[in-house]
C-alpha cells in the first residue's frame, strides 16, 4: 500500500507564507517526479507545480514568483514554500507522484487565507 502524507496547512492572513510538506517513502529516492495539485470548494482540481527527477521545475502561471517547490531526497519528502499567499490560493492541496511512479495521492491538507 502506497501512502503519501502532507503536512503544513492551516489557516494564514493573506501576505502570509505557509511550507507544505508531501512525505512519500521510496519515491523521491527513487528518482519520481512530483506534482503538487490543489481543489477549492466547488471548483476543478487545479495543478500548481512539478519537480522533475533532476530538480527541475515548472509553475503554474498563478502561482509564480510566489510557490516554490524542492525536495530532500534523503528525507524522501517533497516541499511546497507558499509565499504571499492570496485569498485565492484558499484549497485542499495534494501531492502525486508522477505517471511513471504510479500517479499515487495523498490525502491532502487544507490551506485557507483570509
Known amino acids: 500500500h502506497v501512502q503519501l502524507v502532507e503536512s503544513g496547512g492551516g489557516s494564514v492572513q493573506a501576505g502570509g507564507s505557509l511550507r507544505l510538506s508531501c512525505t512519500a517513502p521510496?519515491?523521491?529516492?527513487?528518482?519520481?517526479?512530483m506534482n503538487w495539485y490543489r481543489q477549492a470548494a466547488g471548483k476543478q482540481r487545479e495543478w500548481v507545480t512539478w519537480i522533475s527527477t533532476d530538480g527541475s521545475t515548472e509553475n503554474a502561471d498563478s502561482v509564480k514568483g510566489r510557490f516554490t517547490i524542492s525536495k530532500d531526497k534523503a528525507k524522501d519528502t517533497v516541499y511546497l514554500q507558499m509565499n504571499s499567499l492570496k485569498p485565492e490560493d484558499t484549497a485542499m492541496y495534494s501531492c502525486q507522484t508522477s505517471r511513471s511512479c504510479g500517479a499515487y495521492w495523498g490525502q491532502g491538507t487544507q490551506v485557507t487565507v483570509s
Open positions: 521510496g519515491f523521491t529516492s527513487n528518482n519520481c517526479g
